[in-house]
């Protein structure tokens, strides 16, 4: 079975940091695209960043460009999201998605797993 564990969320003060992970595993994830995705209460689900498998791509929401980096590490079947200069806005369950093919980085159709999510709090 195919799963997807999300970690690493909590409460941070605004300005400070926190590095999520996504620990990935049941398949062999080569060729993916590995995708991270946030919704905070009330709210559509949004699109953050994603990094093809190889770490050879990256994308990301302009509300995260110059404070997130999405990252792999392939020997561990991980992505990372490191977040820096959190803001009180950056509140939300953040999510890890999984997806095959070559359908773009921001819809969420275009995603196969999914993770339980981690919840984020940024307190100002």
């Known amino acids: 079975q195919v799963q997807l564990v999300e970690s690493g969320g909590g409460l941070v003060q605004a300005g400070g940091s926190l590095r999520l992970s996504c620990a990935a595993s049941?398949?062999?994830?080569?060729?993916?695209?590995m995708g991270w995705f946030r919704q905070a209460p009330g709210k559509e689900r949004e699109f953050v960043a994603a990094?093809?498998?190889?770490?050879?791509?990256?994308y990301y929401a302009d509300s995260v460009k110059g404070r997130f980096t999405i990252s792999t590490d392939n020997a561990k079947n991980t992505v990372y999201l490191q977040m820096n200069n959190l803001k009180p806005e950056d509140t939300a369950v953040y999510y890890c998605?999984?997806?095959?093919?070559?359908?773009?980085?921001?819809?969420?159709?275009?995603?196969?797993?999914w993770g339980q999510g981690t919840q984020v709090t940024v307190s100002s």
């Open positions: 049941g398949r062999s994830f080569r060729n993916y695209i």
């Open positions: 998605a999984a997806g095959d093919g070559s359908m773009g980085w921001v819809r969420s159709s275009r995603y196969d797993y």
């Open positions: 990094i093809s498998w190889s770490g050879i791509s990256t």
